[in-house]
């Protein structure tokens, strides 16, 4: 197997695993009943959230559920493509990419694509889920804050870090 092409395989696995783990968090977050009068520690009427934030939960999680499916899916075609073009003159385990490189880095471009807007529509959905639980944020509660300032400090840097490894990555 090329060392390139190695690479590419191993970071289709962990972006796919990756997904996975978030695909099924989001799977069970939409099992929770965000109308539910009950789950919530905000007792200040005035602080309650409303509909809006709701919708904008269910919305949200949504969203990121099919990002991350989407980026799966892209990341499993382009690990199909790579491993199936095995050269029968090279151990069975040994694989050659005959897969156009353009086209392998524009797939994977496309699944990063696809899981940091997963990540940013997470990242959103966690907020509203803040907002229900604790209190909007319009209130000022501090607690809502506490909570959702650093949410929105280290998925962004979170996220930088990684676009930024990726572009040095196909630019090197």
């Given at each position: 197997?090329?060392?390139?092409?190695?690479?590419?395989?191993?970071?289709?696995?962990?972006?796919?695993?990756?997904?996975?783990?978030?695909?099924?968090?989001?799977?069970?977050?939409?099992?929770?009943?965000?109308?539910?009068?009950?789950?919530?520690?905000?007792?200040?009427?005035?602080?309650?959230?409303?509909?809006?934030?709701?919708?904008?939960?269910?919305?949200?999680?949504?969203?990121?559920?099919?990002?991350?499916?989407?980026?799966?899916?892209?990341?499993?075609?382009?690990?199909?493509?790579?491993?199936?073009?095995?050269?029968?003159?090279?151990?069975?385990?040994?694989?050659?990419?005959?897969?156009?490189?353009?086209?392998?880095?524009?797939?994977?471009?496309?699944?990063?694509?696809?899981?940091?807007?997963?990540?940013?529509?997470?990242?959103?959905?966690?907020?509203?889920?803040?907002?229900?639980?604790?209190?909007?944020?319009?209130?000022?509660?501090?607690?809502?804050?506490a909570a959702v300032v650093p949410l929105m400090i280290f998925?962004?840097?979170?996220?930088?870090?990684?676009?930024?490894?990726?572009?040095?990555?196909?630019?090197?």
């Open positions: 197997m090329s060392s390139d092409t190695s690479i590419h395989v191993t970071a289709l696995d962990c972006l796919v695993h990756v997904n996975s783990l978030f695909t099924l968090a989001l799977f069970l977050g939409l099992a929770w009943n965000p109308w539910d009068p009950n789950n919530t520690l905000n007792r200040d009427p005035r602080c309650t959230a409303g509909p809006a934030i709701k919708r904008n939960l269910i919305t949200f999680e949504v969203f990121s559920f099919g990002s991350f499916l989407f980026s799966s899916v892209v990341a499993l075609a382009l690990k199909q493509a790579i491993q199936n073009t095995q050269s029968p003159s090279y151990h069975p385990r040994e694989l050659i990419a005959r897969i156009n490189q353009d086209v392998l880095r524009l797939g994977m471009v496309v699944s990063g694509v696809g899981s940091v807007g997963g990540s940013v529509f997470l990242m959103l959905a966690l907020i509203n889920v803040v907002q229900i639980k604790l209190g909007t944020l319009t209130c000022g509660s501090t607690h809502t804050f998925v962004p840097s979170g996220l930088f870090v990684y676009l930024s490894i990726v572009l040095y990555a196909f630019t090197h």
